[in-house]
């Protein structure tokens, strides 16, 4: 069996893929594939890794796991999908990024560590991450919230390399979030495994929130009776479209952070689009990009 984990991270999915891939659970059945109910899993698995402590789990408990998760169903590749992870909002910064993200990855492989286990990941730009978390956790003050890190040393390539660090030979999936609206039908088919040409209930909403209804109305009709022949050149029509119809108040946030200006912004975003070419340039994992 293949168990897929999609690790989040925070502010890169708000449920999105779940939610489409959930859609379409009977033509994913059909293709050996189950999602889920997260109400079902995310405790029960939490729960026996941190009873597990990083340990094997043993032939019992993981049929008795997936047993409570699967029913009577079968599968031959099982995914769940939580931010919560790699860590909850209040430890995502502790000194560094997803600090506990080499031993988490190692405490749910090994609750099947018969089976073929996955890992998928999308990274987001800390000069827009940040924001977002410090609003979700409340902190008494700015320099509580960095918990001692420093925005200008975080680096995904560090959570990455703590993964693969204690898991070798893990199978780790990345993208980034900036880039959903272009590669998001391929983000969907690589986690849940599907063929290229399947078609998915949904796949559009993410740029139905993105661009107005008149532009998607459009595109569909444009690449109807256009059929792109490659991915890339449905790409360059989606960003012509996106270019052209998409909604400012969707596509721009209000970064608000104390201390911060536009000139820790720009910082910021050089250093994160520096480490994503540096995470692709390693070769260490599968990177999907535009």
């Known amino acids: 069996m293949q168990i897929v984990y999609h690790l989040g991270a925070h502010f890169t999915d708000e449920g999105r893929l779940l939610n489409c891939l959930a859609a379409n659970r009977q033509a994913l059945a059909a293709e050996g594939v189950a999602v889920p109910d997260p109400k079902i899993y995310r405790a029960l698995l939490r729960d026996l890794a941190i009873k597990l402590r990083g340990k094997p789990a043993s032939a019992e408990q993981q049929e008795e796991v997936l047993g409570q998760i699967l029913g009577d169903s079968s599968a031959e590749r099982v995914l769940f999908s939580w931010d919560g992870f790699l860590a909850l909002p209040p430890y995502v910064l502790r000194e560094t990024l997803y600090p506990a993200a080499g031993e988490r990855v190692r405490a749910f492989s090994n ?43 975080l680096r995904w390539s560090y959570v990455i390399a703590r993964i693969l660090e204690t898991n070798p030979t893990a199978q780790l999936t ?13 983000v969907l088919r690589s986690v849940a495994g599907l063929p290229a040409d399947l078609p998915l209930v949904g796949e559009t909403e993410l740029l139905a929130m993105l661009m107005s209804g008149e532009g998607l109305s459009r595109m569909q009709a444009y690449i109807e009776t256009r059929p792109p022949a490659t991915i890339e050149q449905r790409r360059k029509i989606v960003s012509a479209f996106l270019d052209k119809f998409a909604l400012p108040e969707r ?15 720009d910082d910021l975003t050089s250093i994160y689009e520096e480490d994503v070419a540096k995470i692709i340039a390693a070769g260490k994992v599968t990177f999907i990009q535009p």
């Open 251 to 265: 596509i721009e946030q209000a970064i608000e952070m104390p201390t911060w200006d536009q000139d820790m912004v």
């Open 111 to 153: 609750l099947f560590p018969e089976d073929e286990v996955e890992f998928c990941l999308a990274l987001r730009n800390p000069a827009t991450m940040l924001p977002l978390l410090y609003r979700r956790n409340k902190p008494e003050s700015y320099d509580a919230f960095l918990a001692g890190s420093d925005p200008y040393e």
């Open 174 to 186: 990345v993208w980034c979030d900036e880039d959903t609206p272009l590669i998001w039908p391929e």
